[in-house]
């Protein structure tokens, strides 16, 4: 597209006044107007002429594969002219959805031959999908007489999820056990209750693996060696109705609840489990189906990314009823989710029951330090009294449903939101080694 620049406008109006002044005083000097014209669209055309081909440029946007919430990321951007001159000056506009906002126009000058890379950096404040939508160019000829303008299509979806990089340092500099023999396979031996094989009893070994029949039957004594149980199914359920998108210290719950079920994942994937991630709120959402490996982590992430922050309640009966006709297997379910008092769990603890049956429950909730912080105010004045009142009901209200799902059989933790993190990875180490699946 090519328009003209407000030089250009200016420049035509500059004879305005001797065009009026011919007109009104000189009109047999008509040719004179007519040749201003003239020679202002003469200069026109040889600035479109001389200036940077619209048709000879291109340009690409290329995009990590993850964004994290809060955390800076570039965009690389390469801008081309294949052929013909190149602009002294070129201004890029990235535009992009409400998850990256539009960064500012920005001004570029030189040029590596005929490409000119360049840096873009976004920092998305919210989980969710990114959409990149169109990157616009716009150049000047020469003279400064014409705008040339070009709009190329993107439409790049870049998942945005919680900044878990460290996350992925730590669980590989913790997990990676063969890191020290090169890359041969382990099987770590006497770190669960599977067994693997027959051993003579050395100083050392536990003697409770001691297998007194076989020992009887060989006249030596002969211990049991174990190995790590594997493929086990974790099931992560966020509920990411009204409650949980309502902020805990400025970051939604849904949010902080996410990157402990992403950093348990890496955990789980890196033992061997396999994992599934599921998204709930008036309706069961998106479902990932189970991972193996920690290679499928970008698509864990990339489904939670898609798990939107939601202002309806959590349908349980409908959300655990369709989660429960898709295991096969006995799983462990980490419930994240929330409530307000025993009329609004009611539904939850019927559903959850049902779950039980055949599977292991571990429900993940957060501390509510807004109530424990209203009762254990002073009581200054009728109106710090009556919140306490209210706020220790609540409290207690919360302890009693807490108490039912225990002794359901399901294991709970309310945590804090410093602490939930390594809470839920202990529970599940713990799980494990008591062999609960």
Known sequence: MISPTLRAIFLMLAGLPLMVAIALLRPELWIVSAGWIAAVAALIAVDTLLGASVRHYAATVTAPPLLYVGSPDDLQVGLTFSQGPVPARIEIRLEANA??????????????????????????????MAEIVRLWSRWQGPLGLIQKRHIAPLNLSVPVTPNVRWVRDEAIRLFSRDAEFGIKTQIERGDGSEFDALREFSSGMDRRAIDWKHSARHRNLLAKEFKTERN???????????????????????????????????????????TMFYGF???????????????SFPKAQAVVAEMDYSEDEANFTLALSNLGAQLQRRSLIIIFSDFVDTISAELMLENVKRLTDRHLVLFATFEDAALAGMADAPPDTAEDVARAVIADTLLAERDVVL???????????????????????????????????
Not at 404 to 410: D, E, H, M, T, Y
Not at 416 to 426: G, N, Q
């Open 232 to 274: 086990h199914n974790i099931v992560f359920a966020f509920d990411t109705g009204r409650l949980m998108s309502e902020p805990l210290g400025g970051v939604p719950k849904i949010d902080r609840a996410v990157t402990a079920g992403l950093l348990l994942a890496y955990i789980s994937l890196r033992a061997g489990d396999r």
């Open 281 to 295: 709120s008036d309706r069961p959402g998106v479902s990932s189906g189970f991972l193996t490996g920690t290679n």
């Open 403 to 437: 108490r039912r799902l225990q002794r359901l059989g399901v294991q709970v933790i309310e945590s804090t939101p410093e602490h939930f993190s390594s809470d839920l990875v202990s529970r599940y180490l713990q799980i494990k080694q008591r062999d609960m699946l």
């Open 99 to 128: 998850l990256l906002g539009t960064p500012g126009p920005q001004g570029l000058r030189g040029w590596d031959g005929r490409y000119r890379p360049h840096t873009i950096s976004v920092t998305p404040p919210r989980r969710g």
